[in-house]
């Protein structure tokens, strides 16, 4: 237990940092949102092309993961349409819990996989974070269709889908990749920029927590975080065992399944007429949680 605190305790202080910083008006409102914007539409996206754009996504492995990642996705779908009748949970709500049970936030799998299992690590991240985001942001696009107020068109969809940053730095990384990787010229670049993402990634992250939204609770919260943090790694440790994922491969996939939901998630919730309040208390609680359950289920399945 000791060592993998030791090795995601800088992980979890970036995040407490970070919320720190904006709780006490340090550098300035004005500082958080461009930081997130820059991260989210450069520093990140640089990440992930430099990430796959040297990964093996030919060997039989990677294949294998892919897979791994759309059992868990369907799994967890499966579950949160199960407990729907059961919650009695509006349209609305149901998006929210839904986008909270399901999503995952990219930044903090990242940071944790890069902590503990070093550059191997990020590059079967990397592939991981490939499949799980177009994939996811289909999914909850999806369930806003049938679900919420403002449902969105089949145009929305597709705009959504192929203007979204992470999923064009997936897309180029694999072009990439197949191409023959990354100019020897240009790879100092992208490696400046990955190292750039992270903190700056975690600080945002720990400055968009919401400590009043808390007041905000009832089953929707509470089974977001039940699937989450502590189903979602249980399949995702299943789901490894059953089709023979290496020690890497398996640890990797299970650290993003016990990642906190994404704080882009409220926008999305915003957006499309989901139920914001909800949401914001479901990233912060699952955000706080995390620094406790993320070590644990690292200790215990890995």
């Known amino acids: 237990m000791l060592s993998v605190v030791t090795v995601l305790w800088p992980v ?180 400046l920029l990955s190292q750039m993402a992270l903190p700056l990634g975690l600080l945002s992250v720990g400055a968009a927590l919401n400590l009043s939204a808390l007041r905000r609770s009832g089953r929707g919260m509470l089974f977001a975080i039940v699937i989450k943090l502590l189903i979602f790694p249980l399949f995702a440790a299943l789901i490894a065992l059953l089709l023979g994922l290496s020690t890497l491969a398996a640890g990797v996939f299970i650290t993003f399944a016990t990642i906190p939901t994404a704080t882009s998630a409220y926008i999305l919730a915003r957006q499309l007429g989901g139920d914001a309040s909800l949401m914001a208390a479901i990233i912060t609680a699952q955000t706080l949680l995390s620094m406790l359950t993320i070590p644990f289920w690292l200790m215990l399945l890995l």
Request: proline content about 4%; aromatic content about 12%; glycine content about 8%.
């Open 12 to 191: 979890f202080a970036l995040l407490l940092t970070g919320a720190g910083m904006r709780r006490f008006g340090f550098p300035g409102d004005g500082f958080w949102l461009p930081a997130e914007r820059l991260t989210y539409y450069f520093l990140f996206p640089a990440l992930l092309i430099h990430s796959l754009s040297q990964a093996s996504l030919s060997g039989q492995e990677s294949l294998v993961l892919m897979l791994a990642v759309l059992l868990l996705l369907s799994a967890g779908t499966l579950v949160c349409y199960a407990l729907r009748r059961f919650l009695q949970l509006e349209s609305a709500a149901f998006t929210s819990f839904y986008q909270g049970s399901m999503r995952f936030n990219t930044f903090v799998a990242l940071a944790v996989s890069s902590a503990q299992f070093g550059s191997a690590g990020i590059a079967l991240a990397a592939v991981v974070a490939a499949v799980m985001i177009p994939v996811l942001n289909l999914l909850c696009v999806l369930v806003f269709a049938h679900n919420a107020d403002r449902q969105p068109t089949f145009g929305g969809v597709l705009k959504t889908l192929l203007t979204n940053p992470l999923i064009l730095a997936s897309v180029l990384g694999v072009i990439i990749n197949l191409a023959g990787g990354l100019p020897e010229m240009m790879r100092p670049f992208f490696v």
